[in-house]
């Protein structure tokens, strides 16, 4: 991913730590020093390109995780100054708000105060 930000930098980032999901079922940690090391040093990445994160609320609706990221990522986003959207990740018509407002309980609880959205095809900063 950090050479994806550094060579071809995108407007946002998305399932920034989807790994949690997918390995579950192993030995992974979130708390391991290794990958925390490789988070920090993506979010650093993020910052510096001033790259958008999603926070998909898709896990947490469905039951089958935490939102991606996690909240201490989220945290750390925020201590970096990094905007963030809000998305679902719906693959139905009815899970378009699916967890969004948890999503800004959330954010509102680590301390942000805005959101990103693309009105009249300009990113812009929204009060939530």
Sequence with gaps: MNGMIENAPPDIIGHLDKVK???K???FSEQS???KK??????ENI??????M???TRGFYKKRCDFFPSKWILEKAREFDIRVILGSDAHLPAEINAGLQDGIVVLKSIGYEKITILKDHVWQDASI
Excluded: F, M, P, S
Excluded at 38 to 43: A, E, R, S
């Design 47 to 52: 910052a510096g390109k001033n790259i958008i």
């Design 54 to 56: 999603e926070l998909n």
């Design 25 to 27: 079922a192993t030995n």
């Design 21 to 23: 999901y997918q390995l």
């Design 38 to 43: 490789i988070v920090l040093d993506t979010l």
């Design 33 to 35: 020093n290794w990958y």
